[in-house]
């Protein structure tokens, strides 16, 4: 196993097959005595990104914050299935683990790749989160801590929560760390709308690199 591969006890993740779980608020009482969190509700504002290009291929021998998503790389569950734009319900606060698309197909099954989105509805976002990298009410963010790598996988009140050092994050304000040891926000994803499908994709690389930052 290289470092680039999700762990097997990895918060979230499956002892057997190692997938990685989708969190949402239907589901989240199932795994409540891990991660000691509850989801919220919030909003973002609207920004429909259209007219893209055909999907990206993501990733490569050496994974990066520059080439784990790419420019039109859609965003895909950890079956491999394409998001679509109406996945989760507008308003909700229910977020999903999400993967880049790999080259033929699938899911890229890196740690480093994965990537929580949320969507809430229109009006609360604030600065310092990416507006425009927002679309139709939902905003990306790595899912690896900046502490120590772990996966933030809980929520917290408002905030998305990371369950091995309690380290919290405002995912309506670019998931600025508002309690805990991680020194830096979880980078954000910048993602849009395709104009065929109504599907989720990047819309260009994470705006830095993923993880620990010593």
Request: with cysteine; net charge negative.
């Amino acid at each position: 196993m290289t470092s680039d591969d999700i762990p097997d006890d990895a918060v979230s993740l499956d002892e057997t097959d190692h997938e990685i779980s989708v969190t949402t608020r239907r589901n989240v009482a199932k795994i409540l005595g891990v991660i000691g969190g509850t989801a919220a509700i919030g909003a973002f504002s609207v920004n429909y990104l259209t007219g893209l290009a055909d999907a990206g291929l993501a990733g490569g021998e050496d994974l990066t914050y520059e080439n784990i998503f790419v420019e039109g790389t859609h965003l895909v569950d950890q079956e491999g299935n394409r998001v679509s734009a109406d996945q989760i319900e507008r308003g909700s606060g229910e977020s999903l683990t999400v993967l880049p698309e790999k080259e033929g197909g699938g899911a890229l099954e890196k740690k480093k790749a994965t990537t929580l989105l949320v969507r809430f509805g229109p009006d609360d976002f604030e600065e310092p989160t990416q507006l425009d990298w927002t679309a139709n009410g939902y905003v990306a963010y790595s899912m690896v801590c900046t502490h120590e790598e772990c996966l933030v996988s809980g929520r917290a009140e408002e905030n998305l929560y990371c369950p091995c050092h309690g380290t919290s994050y405002d995912p309506l304000r670019g998931a600025e760390v508002v309690g805990g040891p991680a020194p830096d926000p979880l980078p954000q994803l910048p993602i849009g709308v395709s104009d065929e499908g109504n599907l989720l994709l990047a819309t260009g690389p994470f705006e830095e690199p993923i993880g620990a930052s010593h």
